[in-house]
Structures are given as C-alpha cells and as structure tokens.
C-alpha cells in the first residue's frame, strides 16, 4: 500500500509511473509541471471544451465538434490526426515532443478542447471567459470495461498485467489515471442547466447520431450548416467509419496493442454485461448509489439503464 505524502490518503494500487497530484492518480504524461499550467490556460470565449472521463467517447465528441466547428472541412480532418486538430489540455508526450497546451496555445480560434479533469483542476479563468462546454458521460460500467481493456492494451499505463476483478477493484476506488469517475461525475454534474454548458450521453449519441448532431450545431451556433452536411458529418462519425479513419484511430500515441484490444474496439452500449458477474453488479450497484448521494443532484443510475431498454 502506498501512502500518498501530506495527504493522509492510501493508494493500494499504484503502479509504475504514476504520481499523485491534488489527490488525484496521473500517469506522467500529465506531470505535475503540466497540470499547474493547465491553471493557468489563457480561455478564450471562443473556445469549445470537451470534456470528459477517459473512455466514454471523447475522440468521437472531438471529431464531431471540430467538423461542426469547421464547416464540415473533411479535407482538413483527413490532412492532420484529431489530437492535433483538438488539443488534449494536459497531456504531454514524451515521444511526439507535444504538449496539449502549447499546441492549443498556438491555434486560431475557435479550439476544440479535450479534456478529461474534474472541475477543481480546470484553467482558473473558465467561468470568467464563458467558453461554450460540452460534458459527456457514458455508463460508467461500460466506462470501467473500456478502460480495462485500454489498460490491458497499451504498455503506456504502467504495463497493467492484471485480470478483471482487479480493475473493477481499482476503477472503484479511483486508482486509475485521472483518478475516480465518482468524483469527476460529482465535480461536473452539478453545472447541467448552466449556460454555455451542454450535457450529453454516450447511449443519446449511439441511439441517433444525426439527431445528437443536429442538437450540437445548435448549441454551437452553426445554423448555416445544411441537413446534407449534417448527415454527412454524422456518417463520418460513425464507429465504422472512424475506426477505419487513421486520424481518429490514432493507436500509436498510447502505443496500443491492437491485438490485445483496439482504441475503437466495440462502440456498443451494454458491454458491462460480457465482463461483470452478478455479484459484481450488485456491489457496484450498491456503491454507484452511496457515492453519489454525496451528490445534491446525482444522475440517476435509471438513465443509463432505460437508454439500453430502448
Ligand atoms: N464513432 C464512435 N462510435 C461509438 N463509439 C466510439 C466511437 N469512437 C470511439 N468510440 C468508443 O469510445 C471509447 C473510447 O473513448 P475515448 O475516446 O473517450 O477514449 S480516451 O479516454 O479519449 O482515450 C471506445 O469504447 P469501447 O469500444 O467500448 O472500448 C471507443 O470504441
């Protein structure tokens, strides 16, 4: 068991290359360094943040945006990986010598921001600018599932060599990079209704791609884009299409495995089912509601399950 330094708090989990910041696990291409310049991101009021909990559809929510954004420019999202074109705030490579937020620095506007933080970590100057933020959540078991298999895949987190039931276990307490969706979710939830701030699921988004477009161009403002290109933008995104698409199916930046499992590996909705057992189920159930009511306004659990029902 590693105890964190000043703060109290045991880590049962930690694995090679992560550190802890403000109580929080990172691997190091968020450092230290890095997240205390994130404080710091000049915002702009043009800005577009994604932000997200990693694995419940960010790279889809940042290929959508960005077309939207640029008038379906698919010859721009064809000339340059969606990393680049949309910056991920704290993540620095070691190998591609980039850095989330010197590349966002250097970009016109409007940006299309990743970023997977809890609210207390974001740039200091997000309320006072008023940039447009869309939050997307996903079930969290499906969450936990693509993460594992992300883990599994990629030498780049700490070489995770574990089964199942010691992910679960990790994903529970928050011992994973950018440490516990509970927290995320708790940090971020409260803000739904704010203006500026857009509040989407993963389950909406597999249930009607076009739909979820279309309410996306509104809220972004871009009235002038016509239904073609609408559904033109929703069929480039669908999970054939970008799994097929080098630029949005971008394995060599986490030095993924693909034949241990793929950076777009199913894209469905209920894939919790083929990984937790009954008991497991039941347990996760029973803390999904005791973290959350913690939470003034939690999202109920209900929701998750009615949009697999539909
Ligand atoms: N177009 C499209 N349609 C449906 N699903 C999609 C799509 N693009 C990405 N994905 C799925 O999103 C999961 C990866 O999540 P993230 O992009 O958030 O990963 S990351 O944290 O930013 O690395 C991962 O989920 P799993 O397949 O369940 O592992 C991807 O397959």
Redesign the pocket.
């Known amino acids: 068991m590693t105890k964190v330094p000043g703060s109290g708090k045991k880590f049962s989990h930690m694995l090679p290359g992560q550190h802890v910041y403000h109580g929080i696990l990172f691997f190091g291409f968020s450092p230290p360094d890095t997240l205390e310049a994130v404080r710091e991101f000049g915002v702009r009021g043009e800005d577009v943040f994604i932000v ?1 909990y ?7 929510m940042q290929e959508i945006v960005w077309l939207l954004l640029n008038d379906a420019d698919f010859a721009g999202a064809a000339a340059s990986p969606v990393y680049m074109r949309s910056p991920f705030l704290e993540f620095k490579d070691d190998v591609l010598k980039e850095v989330g937020l010197d590349i966002a620095e250097a970009m016109p506007s409007p940006r299309v921001i ?1 970023t ?1 933080l809890p609210l207390k970590l974001m740039p200091k100057q997000l309320f006072e600018k008023k940039p447009k933020v869309i939050v997307l959540f996903r079930n969290p078991k ?1 969450v936990c ?2 993460y594992y ?2 883990y599994r895949s990629s030498s780049s987190f700490g070489d995770f060599q574990g089964e199942w039931p010691q992910f679960l276990d990790m994903f529970m307490e928050g011992h994973v990079d950018h440490g516990s969706w509970f927290d995320f979710t708790k940090s971020w939830w409260p803000l739904n209704g704010s203006d500026n701030f857009r509040f989407v699921f993963y389950e909406d ?2 249930m009607n791609l076009l739909e979820e477009v279309k309410k996306l161009a509104l809220f972004l403002g871009k009235t002038d884009l016509s239904p073609e290109m609408l559904t033109k933008i929703s069929d480039h ?3 054939e299409s ?1 799994k097929t698409n080098p630029m ?1 199916n971008h394995e060599d930046v986490y030095s993924i495995d693909s034949s241990v499992s793929p ?6 909705v209920g ?1 919790w089912k083929n990984h937790f057992t009954v008991q497991q189920n039941e347990d996760f159930d029973r803390e999904y509601k005791e973290k959350m009511s913690e939470c003034s306004s939690p999202i109920p659990f209900k929701y998750f399950i009615e949009k697999e029902d539909e």
């Open positions: 997200t990693p694995k419940a559809g960010t790279t889809w990743k997977h499906d599932c693509s298999n992300f988004l597999k995104c669908s999970f970008m949005t950076l777009l590996r199913k894209g469905t894939d």
